[in-house]
């Protein structure tokens, strides 16, 4: 018998220190999903990469295990510049303030990975 | 044009609430329909159509309940809308009933999650953010950061929602968690789970059923009205959002429930909510405007929200005590609520309540604002003495 195929990884594709997304030619709204239209306006997109830099929306240290992530973690939603808003593992055990500037470094096992920004 | 119809809850019954790996989904709706069709005063035979709330019940799992309950034959519809399955059933029940679909309309939740899960609901791995691992004590942990930060707040405000909950909770014959309420004390040093969320501040994993019966007005000293209900799914939850995630989709659901019932919040005087965590309290009694927005973190700690307070909040004891089986959790809200309106809630009767508010909040999804929201208001018996319930205190269902 047959196994059933392993689905396609959902998450959004980092290329060094940038994700690839798409942006609206209508509207501008940047997203990670990459559809074949917009969202919000249904107009057509382009593709489009984004990153480094970006904003912590917030963020909180996570105490359990979850899949192959052993606690503490923390996770943060940063809005990445003119950019979209992206969940994140922080580098680091501790959550972050709003507002905390932040890198996009990477990638953790297919996790994007934020640090807090030098000059912060 | 269809002229919409009066639409009534004419009865309503739980099973009780915990972790029963050995009773299957339709042995558990069995206890919540029959005493609903009891309740009711009808039977099986009188039932048109059949709406069945259930989030990880296996598939068919609706149709065997309805066969197993003595409805098979009935139109039956299986309804997923994450935690919020039950409730959208109990709305989808009352539309039918509002538009002259059916006349007389079964709407079931069921969950059994201790055969499915050993912690923590696992996170979807086909969702962008389930597979990055964003588990839903992260995403309510996440709201909570954003809000304490935005209204400048301790984390520790929140763990009042846990002992007013717990405290109720222990007054419910029929709550998963219905022992010693803990301390303040007690909730802020149990185990971290997520940001200011501690164990105590998350909902218990649950196993249960509810049901209800809805008709047009039948019996005025036992129906209760559905003066109102809206049905929402999220907009785009994104960069440009600033309200914490799912607060705009509670509260475009409530504004809609209250036009149509013609009624403010002020009107209302008692309310189960969505309280899977403590943070999902505070944000929806801002979103449907019982609190002032920046206000609903003190709302607890005040006592306003506990039994004997303004405006006593999920006197059941809420998901955080009475338990969370998804699909089930809204009838279970449901059915506290019907109780209390007819004066039937023994130790956890708010006294006088005419008016309820209804509300229950499913998400998981990401990149929107909320999976479903569902916000309903009820009107108690036209006959209902507020003062003199039918049960003596302690006699609650």
Redesign the interface.
């Known amino acids: 018998m047959s196994k059933p195929l392993v689905p396609a990884d959902p998450r959004p594709t980092v290329d060094g220190q940038h994700i690839s997304g798409v942006q609206c030619e209508e509207c501008g709204r940047a997203s990670a999903f990459v559809d074949a239209r917009c969202r919000r306006c249904q107009g057509a997109v382009r593709a489009a990469q984004f990153g480094p830099g970006g904003t912590v929306w917030a963020s909180t240290t996570v105490h359990l295990t979850v899949d192959h992530r052993e606690p503490p973690f923390t996770v943060a939603y940063v809005d990445l510049d003119n950019g979209p808003r992206v969940l994140a593992l922080v580098n680091g055990e501790q959550s972050v303030p709003p507002q905390t500037r932040v890198n996009l470094v990477g990638e953790v096992q297919g996790d994007l990975l934020v640090e807090v920004a030098a000059d912060d | 044009m269809i002229e919409p119809r009066p639409v009534v809850v004419a009865g309503v019954g739980t099973s009780g609430f915990g972790r029963w790996p050995q009773r299957h989904a339709p042995e558990l709706s069995n206890e919540a329909i029959h005493e609903a069709l009891a309740d009711a005063d009808t039977t099986a035979a009188d039932i048109d159509a059949v709406y069945v709330g259930s989030v990880f019940g296996a598939p068919g799992v609706a149709s065997r309940v309805v066969a197993a309950a003595g409805l098979a034959g009935a139109p039956t519809y299986r309804i997923e809308a994450a935690c919020a399955s039950g409730t959208v059933a109990f709305h989808e029940a009352y539309q039918a009933i509002r538009l002259g679909r059916h006349e007389r309309v079964l709407a079931v939740g069921v969950e059994q999650l201790s055969t499915i899960f050993g912690?923590?609901i696992?996170?979807e791995?086909?969702?962008?953010?389930g597979?990055?691992?964003?588990?839903l004590?992260?995403l309510y942990?996440?709201?909570?950061?954003?809000y304490l930060?935005?209204w400048d707040q301790p984390g520790s405000l929140l763990a009042h929602v846990a002992v007013k909950n717990k405290a109720h909770g222990a007054l419910n014959p029929r709550a998963h968690l219905r022992g010693e309420p803990p301390s303040l004390e007690q909730v802020l040093q149990s185990?971290?789970?997520?940001?200011a969320l501690t164990l105590l501040q998350c909902c218990p994993m649950s196993d249960g059923a509810g049901a209800a019966v809805l008709s047009t007005p039948q019996r005025p000293d036992r129906d209760v009205t559905v003066l109102g209900s809206s049905f929402r799914s999220g907009n785009?939850w994104?960069?440009?959002?600033d309200a914490?995630w799912g607060f705009e989709c509670v509260a475009s659901a409530a504004a809609e429930a209250f036009e149509d019932a013609g009624l403010t919040a002020d009107d209302v005087d008692v309310a189960e909510v969505h309280d899977a965590f403590t943070i999902g309290e505070v944000l929806t009694l801002e979103a449907v405007g019982i609190c002032e927005p920046g206000s609903g973190i003190g709302a607890a700690a005040s006592g306003e929200t506990a039994l004997g307070g303004r405006l006593p909040v999920n006197p059941s004891g809420g998901l955080l005590s009475r338990g969370h089986p998804l699909g089930a959790t809204g009838l279970a809200q449901l059915a506290e609520l019907v109780w209390q309106l007819r004066g039937d809630a023994g130790q956890r009767q708010v006294p006088g309540a005419r008016t309820a508010l209804l509300e229950t909040m499913g998400g998981g999804a990401?990149?929107v604002d909320g999976n479903a929201c569902v916000v309903a208001l009820l009107g108690g018996p036209r006959s209902h003495d507020p003062d003199v319930g039918p049960n003596q205190p302690g006699e609650s269902p």
């Not at chain 2, 942990?141 to 954003?146: G, H, I, K, S, T």
């Not at chain 2, 994104?238 to 959002?241: H, I, K, L, R, Y």
Request: charged fraction near 20%; aromatic fraction near 0%; charge should be negative.
């Open positions: 912690g923590a696992v996170p791995p086909t969702d962008p953010e597979r990055a691992g964003l588990a004590p992260a942990a996440l709201q909570a950061d954003r930060h935005q185990r971290p789970i997520a940001g785009l994104d960069q440009d959002s914490p990401a990149g």
